[in-house]
Nanobody, 119 residues
Framework: QVQLVESGGGLVQPGGSLRLSCAAS????????MAWYRQPPGKQRELVAR???????DYADSVKGRFTISRLNAQNRVYLQMNSLKPEDTAVYYC?????????????WGQGTQVTVSS
């Protein structure tokens, strides 16, 4: 079994910063992609950023230049540094990882952490 646990969400004023963390644990052999998604109120879940095990990254156009994804492979952790936050960044943020265990390779999701950008 694999678990992903996010932390670091909260309330921040426009222009502020937050850093999200996600830790994967369990019977992990390796992790390929790690990613952050978000689901704004009343909208569908969308990809924010993703990172390969080799460190290659992709970002949604709406967050380029403001958000930075990084990971610590040895600790099975992924981070999302969010700067210059805007009200439209308000959403539940989810961590996701494609994990290989002894029996299968599959995507796993965290429970989500709320980020609210408001004055």
């Amino acid at each position: 079994q694999v678990q992903l646990v996010e932390s670091g969400g909260g309330l921040v004023q426009p222009g502020g910063s937050l850093r999200l963390s996600c830790a994967a644990s369990g019977s992990i052999v390796s992790i390929d992609f790690m990613a952050w998604y978000r689901q704004p109120p009343g909208k569908q879940r969308e990809l924010v950023a993703r990172i390969t095990s080799g460190g290659s990254t992709d970002y949604a156009d709406s967050v380029k230049g403001r958000f930075t994804i990084s990971r610590l492979n040895a600790q099975n952790r992924v981070y999302l540094q969010m700067n210059s936050l805007k009200p439209e960044d308000t959403a539940v943020y989810y961590c996701s990882a494609v994990v290989t265990t002894a029996v299968l390779r599959a995507p796993y999701w965290g429970q989500g952490t709320q980020v609210t950008v408001s004055s």
